[in-house]
């Protein structure tokens, strides 16, 4: 049977008993042994006992003598580190990327032109708004930061899973963040755009439309880190031996698809297991099935960036990839858990201005102001120029060799007499072949606070997003866009949004307006630059049409009870293996039940603990009795709700239908998506159908919203 979700040995299992002894004075001493090393101070020094600090008389006063009491204190007052200031949750691991074909046409990069080339990498996952300590589900972006240890120095890609942004000048960061995060007067909401400060700040941007068709889509509430694209966002540039540019997109692609969660799921999510994304990954990992994403490229040069309909300078607009291909060049796989948390995912220290010769900038603003950015943020977090010593964040793959020296923490200093350049010693040396040289841009212009007229248009790729979605992702973000608003105290701000998204597509802002009960629609907002209402439509931007049409890399979760048919529930689990994909058996107990044959399987879930929402798909295979019992519980009854209200195909035993009809899923509300498990052999089909993730048209009949999208009051 292969590893299950949640296996992990500890790492070191050496355990410890607890001694009592008695001292001259009769004073008793516990004393924790057992096998490992020596515990010492950090000096070096063993220690004695490290369950009593030193007092005077066994019911006296602590002695500041006690230095390892106080070395150990005074280290735990200084272990925290400011967060993030955004993406401050956040998920590392390590991995390698491996090149197939070479971009040696385009850039001297050694890891972007030696076909074979294996370069370690280190990737860290994260939500842009909430704290360290928030859930892993909100919605939100995701950030998708990967460092490559490449031969030529560390190459930092810091991208996201949305391949756009908010704005389009770094100097309205901290406003837009300021918007986001908790408002400053109460400290909340955490983790939720859905609030005024937030959708004030938007309604006032226009050039954040096209973000905010992203960010109210499914995209911002991934199925897991596994199931989503990367994008490196802005336009880079490759630079060849000659010195000449080429303009660079990166994409990183999931092998196993695309795939995201529900609203109300993710909800749900957040109470049940607040480190849903984080754990999934570390399971998958962790039991051998590591995931994989291509690196793909869309190059592009000066002619197409002059013919192409918007400014390749502009982080809110993306380039359609029936446009411009997006070519395949490798793809890394992520295979390596941290060893330590704090080490490796809360130190590693990304930054912009992180590239290699071969590769360079462009003009976008947003970058540049990021590449500023970056560094000073590392100051602060790490608190010492040499944060570049911390092992996360030393390059790899070369050699390092500088002058710079001290400063707190210095773990590299140059050896020997001269520390300066030029010199007549000897020592490190410029290198003008190989070493960087940065893209020599013709500039000029008036120096002035502008903004170019070709970022003018807000609306045209904002609509072109919407009408690439299937329906039901339209029904989504109209979905979204409601509940968002409705969290929005001040009706203004609601009817300025819908004002912005009457520019967007008309069904779209009637349905809002619809869900919000706007007493009227409002005029559509001034646009700065007429939308184009005919750009063509781009499958590649729908989850749906990019859906893995395979379970593999999903979760089913198998509700059992005693004297369940054990036939069914092992069928069951091996095409659940053979799909490659995992299960968790969900009991009454987490003891686990007796089968119909005698067998006892443990459950890895107490159904209070494993309630659907954690599952792709289930199923639920009880005896007559069980369903009976099961028929009172709540849990085991929203366990069966939720997953037909989530659209979830859902498998049954025959024994089984008088439990989900007292969990609301009557005879009539029986469709293609409840699937009967009547012998061994329907396990094959219904793990099959599992693949298609979710039956979509089942939610427009368990969902009120969905007669604001089906019918929205007309203008
Ligand atoms: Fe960031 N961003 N950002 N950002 N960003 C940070 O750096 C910033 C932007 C992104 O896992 C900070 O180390 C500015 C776009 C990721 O450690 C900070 C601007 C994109 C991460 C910062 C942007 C990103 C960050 C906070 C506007 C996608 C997490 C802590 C110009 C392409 C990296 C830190 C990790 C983190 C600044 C916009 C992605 C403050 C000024 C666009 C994935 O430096």
Redesign the pocket.
Request: net charge positive; aromatic share 16%; glycine share 16%.
């Given at each position: 049977m292969a590893k299950q979700p949640g296996s992990n040995e500890p790492r070191d299992s050496a355990a410890a008993t607890f001694e009592t002894n008695v001292g001259a004075g009769g004073e008793l001493h516990q004393i924790a042994t057992g096998d490992g090393p020596t515990l010492t101070t950090q000096q070096g020094v063993a220690v004695a006992d490290d369950q009593n600090s030193l007092r005077l008389g066994e019911r006296g006063p602590t002695l500041l003598e006690d230095f390892h009491f106080r070395e150990k204190i005074f280290h735990f007052d200084h272990e925290r580190i400011p967060e993030?200031?955004?993406?401050a949750r956040?998920f590392g691991v390590h991995g390698t990327f491996t090149l197939d074909e070479s971009l040696a046409d385009y850039t001297t990069a050694r890891m972007l032109t030696e076909v074979g080339e294996k370069t370690p990498m280190f990737v860290?996952f994260?939500t842009v708004a909430g704290n360290k300590g928030s859930f892993d589900l909100a919605r939100d972006v995701r950030?998708?930061?990967v460092k490559f240890y490449t031969k030529d120095g560390n190459w930092d890609i810091?991208?996201?899973n949305i391949p756009v942004?908010f704005i389009q000048d770094?100097i309205k960061?901290p406003d837009l963040v300021h918007a986001a995060k908790q408002e400053p007067d109460r400290g909340f909401p955490q983790a939720q755009t859905a609030h005024d400060n937030f959708w004030d700040f938007i309604s006032l941007t226009p050039e954040a439309m096209h973000m905010i068709m992203w960010i109210m889509s499914d995209r911002a509430i991934p199925r897991s880190f596994r199931f989503m694209e990367g994008f490196?966002?802005?336009s880079f540039r490759l630079i060849d031996a000659a010195g000449k540019g080429t303009y660079v997109k990166f994409h990183f692609k999931p092998k196993l698809g695309l795939q995201s969660v529900m609203w109300n799921e993710a909800v749900k999510i957040n109470g049940a297991d607040p480190d849903f994304h984080r754990r999934d990954l570390w399971d998958a990992i962790n039991m051998g099935s590591p995931p994989a994403w291509d690196l793909g490229v869309q190059l592009f040069d000066d002619a197409f960036a002059d013919s192409f309909d918007f400014d390749i300078l502009d982080?809110t607009k993306i380039i359609p990839e029936e446009q411009v291909p997006v070519k395949i060049i490798g793809s890394f796989v992520l295979d390596g858990l941290v060893d330590n948390f704090f080490a490796e995912t809360e130190q590693?220290?990304?930054c912009t201005q992180n590239v290699v010769p071969g590769i360079g900038f462009t003009n976008d603003p947003?970058l540049q102001?990021?590449n500023f950015?970056?560094l000073d943020?590392?100051l602060k977090?790490l608190g010492s120029p040499n944060f570049t010593h911390i092992p996360i964040n030393q390059p790899r793959g070369c050699p390092i060799h500088n002058f710079q020296q001290d400063g707190h923490m210095a773990m590299r200093n140059p050896v020997g007499r001269v520390n300066y350049e030029p010199n007549s010693w000897g020592g490190p040396r410029e290198n003008p072949t190989a070493g960087y040289r940065h893209f020599a841009a013709e500039e000029n212009g008036r120096k002035a606070q502008v903004r170019s007229p070709s970022f003018a248009d807000h609306y045209s790729q904002a609509r072109q997003f919407f009408l690439s979605q299937t329906e039901i992702e339209r029904k989504h973000i109209g979905d979204a866009l409601v509940f968002e608003l409705s969290k929005c105290q001040r009706v203004d701000i609601r009817g300025k949004m819908v004002a912005h998204l009457r520019n967007i597509d008309e069904k779209l802002a009637l349905t809002v307006a619809t869900g919000l009960r706007l007493s009227s629609l409002p005029d559509p907002a001034p646009a700065a630059a007429a939308p184009i209402a005919d750009l063509p439509p781009s499958d590649a931007l729908s989850i749906v049409k990019r859906g893995p049409q395979s379970f593999e890399g999903r979760k089913l979760g198998i509700l059992v009870s005693d004297g369940a048919p054990a036939k069914l529930v092992t069928a069951l689990i091996k095409a659940v293996e053979k799909a490659k994909a995992v299960y968790e058996v969900v009991t009454p107990q987490i003891g686990g039940v007796e089968l119909d044959d005698g067998t006892v399987i443990e459950g890895q879930q107490k159904i209070d603990g494993g309630p659907s929402v954690l599952y792709d798909a289930v199923a639920i295979l009880l005896s007559a009795d069980g369903a009976t019992q099961l028929s009172i519980d709540k849990p085991a009854k929203d366990f069966a709700s939720d997953a037909f209200a989530h659209a979830k195909f859902i498998g049954y035993s025959s024994d089984a239908l008088p439990f989900l009809a007292k969990a609301g899923i009557a005879p009539e509300d029986m469709d293609e998506g409840l699937i009967a498990i009547g012998k061994p052999g329907d396990a094959a089909d219904f793990i099959a159908t599992c693949g298609q993730l979710r039956l979509w048209t089942r939610e427009l009949k368990v969902d009120l919203d969905a007669q604001a999208f089906l019918e929205p009051l007309s203008a």
């Open positions: 993030r200031v955004v993406h956040g860290r994260s950030g998708f930061a810091v991208g996201n942004f770094a960061f490196g966002v802005h982080a590693v220290a990304f947003l102001g990021r950015s970056y943020t590392q977090r």
